[in-house]
């Protein structure tokens, strides 16, 4: 049986560095596009871009914010989706601490501090703490960042402030779906996964071993070796 393409969606600030690893081991079986998240300043509207421009039918995963925007798509287009892979992903809707620090960001990069957004704030927070002296990796992190840029930046907070309550349509999703983390993702939080496999049908749910919310950057293969049999199941 022919096997369905599969779009991948990274998270804030991220660009197809996040998936690379992915995109290389998956390709051998079908084809896979990273679908930027930048154009929008709505979950919403983000979703159904992705929509657009889709196949007819597909596998969707995403990280973060990709797995936001992947929820809303299930929820806007269920029948589209035939396998749903959630890493690193909070479905619940923002804290009102979450909602005063992504206007900061907005401010800081309007007021021309856009790169110690990434370097002093969100670096410490995005990977283990063991991979803070991983040159590549972090460096890496930061050029995602700055190819993203300010303005797409500034697009995708004000999206997390609105947000909508991705749980409300859990019940309903019935492809088989992936829920993954980082052991130690402080971001995105285990409870918040422990939540999203117990309230999908068809859902399991897999830990990464020293990582953070970063899983696919941070731990490539075992986020890849994970990927692959779900897709290929």
Partial sequence: MNKPPLILLPGTLCDERLWEHQVENLSSFTDVSVVMLTEDDSIEDMAHRVLKEAPERFALAGLSLGGIVALEMVKQEPERVLKLALLDTNPRPPREEQMETWKKFIDMAEGGEFRQITKDYLLPVLIHPDSQENEELTSDIVKMA???????????????????????????????????????????????????????????????DHCGHLSSMEQPEAVSAVLQYWFQC
């Fill in 146 to 208: 700055d190819n993203i840029g300010k303005s797409a930046m500034v697009r995708q907070m004000r999206a997390l402030i609105s947000k909508p309550d991705g749980r409300a349509a859990l019940n309903k999703i019935g492809c088989p779906t992936l829920v993954m983390t980082g052991e130690n993702d402080t971001v995105c939080t285990m409870d918040m996964h422990v939540e999203l496999a117990e309230n999908i049908k068809n859902s399991k749910l897999v830990t990464i």
